[in-house]
């Protein structure tokens, strides 16, 4: 009788002996897994809403409703001649899909570990599928950006879009990858330190006043605070965004590097979290 392993079809399971072993080949086989896991985050986070989808729409909207209200008309915060709306929606839109990613990601073990404790699959999948489906709604929510841009351009509102413009892509995945470092260190603490998840959403909303999503970086000049907020790995991403669409702020190249570095130090801090965390999280989730 032959053995399993001469039909070509065993699987060995076992913990990971290396703290960096992703086995990104392993991912990729459950690709199929993955949609299906953003399949039902994108089903039931609107599941039993009267609006359903249309609130990847109005949560932009409002919100920069607001922003235009309270920083544009009250505080008369310089837009760089742009229209204030335009100039507000091109920061928030980057800046939800960030902070969307990070509170997403942050919950990742608990809001999955009914699944975690039944089957054996990459729990890589898990942060991965919530980034894709982050990405999604970044897209429609774009798709609006562009929507209201081509209708001041038509109303004759200058609006000068550079080759800039064209990093987008890059910027997107930049952002998905420090979206999903942060949650990823975040949800590793949380499984033990239920703590953290009362202090994330609250820090993430003070990270956004660091971040040139209501004021231009340009308006700080040369002071220590335009250090600390390009500092912000962040705040590079939204002003490139912001320039290359609207021609409004500033280049950074510099700090954009620097938002690089700490991309991808935050990254492989949190896949080395994981990886030890993900041995025994069952145990303490």
């Known amino acids: 009788m032959s053995s399993s392993s001469e039909k070509g079809y065993s699987v060995r399971i076992s913990s990971k002996s290396k703290m960096f072993s992703l086995n990104l080949k392993e991912v990729l086989k459950y690709k199929d897994l993955i949609w299906l896991f953003v399949q039902r985050d994108f089903k039931t986070k609107y599941k039993q809403t009267i609006l359903g989808p249309l609130w990847f729409v109005i949560q932009p ?22 229209p204030q709306f335009l100039f507000y929606l091109a920061g928030n839109v980057p800046w939800l899909y960030f902070s969307t990613c990070i509170n997403s990601t942050a919950n990742v073990f608990v809001m999955n570990s009914s699944v975690f404790g039944k089957v054996y699959f990459p729990r890589l999948t898990a942060p991965i599928s919530t980034v894709i489906t982050c990405m999604l709604n970044f897209f429609i929510q774009f798709s609006l950006f562009l929507v209201i841009g081509m209708v001041y351009i038509v109303t004759g509102t200058p609006v000068q879009i550079n080759w800039v413009a064209t990093l987008l892509p890059i910027l997107i995945v930049q952002l998905a990858m420090l979206g999903m470092g942060f949650g990823i260190v975040i949800s590793s603490l949380t499984t033990k330190y239920r703590d953290l998840q009362v202090l994330v959403s609250f820090g993430v909303q003070l990270l956004m006043y660091l971040t040139p999503v209501v004021y231009t970086a340009s308006s700080l000049g040369e002071s220590l605070f335009y250090k600390v907020v390009m500092l912000n790995p962040v705040s590079p991403i939204v002003e490139l965004i912001r320039y290359g669409w609207l021609g409004s702020g500033s280049t950074p190249w510099g700090y954009w590097g620097i938002s690089w570095i700490f991309t991808m130090a935050v990254l492989l801090a949190g896949i080395l979290m994981f990886n030890r965390v993900e041995k025994n999280f069952m145990d303490t989730v």
Not at 67 to 82: E, I, P
């Open 61 to 82: 909207l409002f919100s920069t409703v607001v922003y235009t209200l309270v920083f544009g008309n009250f505080a008369g915060f310089s837009t760089d001649g742009v």
